[in-house]
């Protein structure tokens, strides 16, 4: 049996589940989020305890797949509720800088243009300076999503370490050109 999805949710106060066949919801004080339960797992919520637990119908290979991951992605659905989840980004490099204007981030990483990408709405993004971007939201899905949508707009070269990083994140350097001494 999965170590993960036998493990029971604790729900904590201010959070309300609902299940209804195999769509799950979950509204707390940061948002509320919906997610449909694939077939062949079931979600038990006991409300005298707080707790709700994710059970799996049968032993096939999908079903066993499913439950652990059914289990977290519940339980990060009552994370996010309660507090939400955050990613930094760093910009590095000279000139380089973000803007927000309107629900739109515009890099300047480099580029002979701006770089605009819309915010999405379960999302909120905002700019601690002109070089750390904080991206937050109650759907870790969504805001992993958009902050590796950033990065990728121009990810960390390895010689100057230039673009666009996670807070914390190591860069490995590589030696530039050795010149030879004849």
């Excluded at 170590?3 to 209804?20: H, L, Q, Y």
């Excluded at 971007?133 to 100057?160: L, M, T």
Aim: glycine share 12%.
């Amino acid at each position: 049996m999965s170590r993960i999805g036998k493990k029971p949710i604790e729900i904590p106060g201010g959070v309300e589940i609902t299940v209804s066949g195999r769509d799950v919801g979950v509204k707390g004080p940061n948002g509320s989020l919906q997610w449909q339960v694939p077939e062949g797992i079931t979600v038990v919520v006991d409300s005298d305890a707080r707790q709700m637990s994710v059970a799996r119908d049968s032993e096939t290979r999908q079903a066993r797949a499913f439950h652990g991951l059914s289990r977290a992605l519940i339980n990060n659905m009552v994370v996010g509720v309660v507090t939400h989840f955050e990613k930094k980004l760093e910009i590095q490099g000279v000139g380089y800088q973000a803007t927000l204007n309107n629900g739109e981030l515009s890099l300047q990483v480099g580029f002979s243009h701006s770089v605009d990408l819309k915010v999405p709405a379960d999302v909120d993004c905002s700019l601690i300076s002109p070089t750390l971007i904080v991206v937050k939201g109650c759907d870790k899905h969504s805001v992993g999503q958009f902050a590796a949508n950033i990065r990728a707009v121009r990810p960390p070269e390895p010689y100057k370490g230039k673009g666009v990083r996670y807070q914390g994140e190591f860069v490995r350097r590589k030696a530039g050109k050795a010149f030879g001494s004849k």
